[in-house]
């Protein structure tokens, strides 16, 4: 083999690697929420199945052609008289009922309880979910406690796990008046999540991500305390990301560490503790309003 065809054999080769790395790049751009949202169309379980009574709910959602597309939800009536509600927003995976043992423990704590699906999750309408499509349905959700049911924004607290805690904390910085956040196991930005995943390294994630989910950039704007929960053994997103959330903030604002907790079992591994945790920040949120409106009268 002459020196010649060796360099071209070489040039050749780099030009197909070359043009199969700017391929997947612009795979990476088109399809990029596909990666990140994974939802499934399978509602196998109901609150009916722990015992719990609910309704079922569909909330209109504008598109922004002008379309109504409708979210499936659930609303589980509280036990107390206190007037306290939660609205849960669940993670990339699956759809609410993959949350029933979540939905029982905060119904238990006293919350009536009202749980989504986004739009492309379960038996909710519309098309595979984007960032901003996500914080319409969340929106949506708010509208419908608020507007419909005429529940005071001081009794809601937002409750999200993972990508539903960026979406809670979207949703807490447009609407300020809400009584809390509780964010389970959520991550500070999509941008950090990239440096945290080996694979996708390799790409110019500046200039290819779409779907930012930046909460670390969005807390200054944030005005509700806000209740960080993570599992010390979380491999999905590491628990340091809490604490850096938790740094930022600057609001009435709680860390709590659960020990041997991953990413998707804190109440089941130390249930005591999750539950504590709220409850705590329940009171401490209560007297903080109570201060609130002492200072304003």
């Known amino acids: 083999m002459t020196v010649a065809l060796m360099f071209k054999l070489l040039l050749s080769g780099l030009g197909i690697s070359l043009l199969a790395y700017f391929l997947i790049c612009i795979a990476l751009v088109i399809a990029q929420n596909r990666l990140i949202f994974q939802p499934s169309k399978i509602v196998a379980n109901t609150p009916q199945t722990m015992g719990i009574e609910y309704q079922e709910v569909w909330i209109g959602v504008r598109t922004w052609q002008g379309k109504t597309e409708r979210l499936h939800a659930w609303w589980l009536p509280g036990k107390k008289e206190d007037g306290l509600v939660l609205l849960h927003l669940h993670g990339n995976g699956g759809n609410m009922s993959y949350n029933l043992n979540t939905l029982a423990t905060y119904h238990e704590l006293g919350f009536s309880v009202l749980s989504i699906d986004y739009r492309g999750y379960g038996r909710s309408e519309g098309n595979f979910p984007t960032e901003a499509e996500v914080y319409r349905d969340a929106q949506g959700a708010w509208d419908y406690l608020v507007k419909t049911k005429g529940i005071l924004p001081r009794n809601i607290f937002l409750y999200g796990h993972s990508l539903g805690g960026a979406i809670a904390i979207d949703l807490a910085i447009r609407q300020p008046q809400v009584a809390g956040v509780i964010a389970d196991n959520t991550f500070t930005s999509m ?96 007297k903080h309003q109570r201060q609130e409106l002492l200072m304003s009268d």
Not at 245 to 263: D, E, N, R, W
Not at 276 to 284: G, L
């Open 191 to 286: 941008r950090a999540m990239v440096d945290y995943l080996p694979l996708y390294r390799f790409f110019p994630a500046d200039l290819l991500l779409r779907e930012r989910f930046d909460s670390l950039g969005k807390l200054r704007l944030l005005r509700s305390p806000l209740l960080l929960i993570h599992g010390a053994n979380d491999r999905t997103v590491p628990p340091s990301m809490g604490e850096v959330l938790y740094k930022q903030a600057t609001v009435l604002k709680k860390l709590v560490i659960v020990p041997f907790g991953s990413h998707n079992d804190l109440i089941t591994v130390d249930g005591e503790t999750y539950t504590r945790a709220v409850t705590d920040f329940i009171v401490s949120v209560r």
